[in-house]
């Protein structure tokens, strides 16, 4: 069975950095395309960054710059570093997997919180 | 960059049919999918591209898409449908989610 469980998240200062990871199982990270999506408290879906198969990596204006996606191969993770967070960053992250070619997410993760705040 | 508009909220009462649409530019050129997702929990797929149902997921949901605006219709409706509903489609390597529709069931 596919699973992904993420970690990192926590309550961070603004300015500051964070890294999260998500640990997958019964598929290849490597082999897939692989995404984090975000959602702010009592708001909506928000896409954050995507990484392919191949390698090439996309995110969303919001982020860009800020926001840097990976994987680990060897362990099997999907990893986002998260520098120069904003209050607006708060949000609950989701690691999913993407169907390639067609664009959409089969599979989620259960989420870990990020928190932006003095 | 591309939107997609959804309603914010539709009532419908137990075995009726709940309709939510999504609307974008050209939306029926695109591919469409939707999620639901009850709270406290993580998004589900529950319909891919425009009108397929991912393995376990009831008849009762279904879906189209054409000109301007797709649609997810979940035919006799029933309590456990109660959920936020994200339609979302791809355009060019950006990932674009609807704003959710909540499906209240009274």
């Known amino acids: 069975d596919v699973q992904l469980v993420e970690s990192g998240g926590g309550l961070v200062q603004p300015g500051g950095s964070l890294r999260l990871s998500c640990a997958a199982s019964?598929?290849?990270?490597?082999?897939?395309?692989m995404s984090w999506v975000r959602q702010a408290p009592g708001k909506g879906l928000e896409w954050v960054s995507v990484i392919y198969s191949g390698g090439s990596t996309y995110y969303a204006d919001s982020v860009k710059g800020r926001f840097t996606i990976s994987r680990d191969n060897s362990k099997n993770t999907l990893n986002v570093q998260m520098s120069s967070l904003r209050v607006d960053d708060t949000a609950v992250y989701y690691c999913?997997?993407?169907?390639?070619?067609?664009?959409?997410?089969?599979?989620w993760g259960q989420g870990t919180l990020v928190t932006v705040s003095t | 960059s591309y939107e997609l508009t959804q309603s914010p909220s539709v009532s419908v009462s137990p075995g009726q049919t709940a309709s939510i649409t999504c609307s974008g530019d050209k939306l029926g050129d695109k591919y469409v999918c939707w999620y639901q997702q009850k709270l406290g929990q993580s998004p589900i797929l529950v319909i891919y591209?425009?009108?397929k149902r991912p393995s376990g997921i009831p008849e009762r949901f279904s879906g189209s898409n054409s000109g301007n605006t797709a649609t997810l219709t979940i035919s006799g409706t029933q309590a456990m449908d109660e959920a936020d509903y994200y339609c979302q489609t791809w355009d060019s390597h950006t990932f674009v989610f609807g704003s959710g529709t909540r499906v209240t069931v009274v």
């Open positions: 999913a997997r993407v169907v390639g070619s067609w664009y959409y997410f089969d599979n």
């Open positions: 591209q425009d009108f």
């Open positions: 019964g598929f290849n990270v490597s082999s897939n395309y």
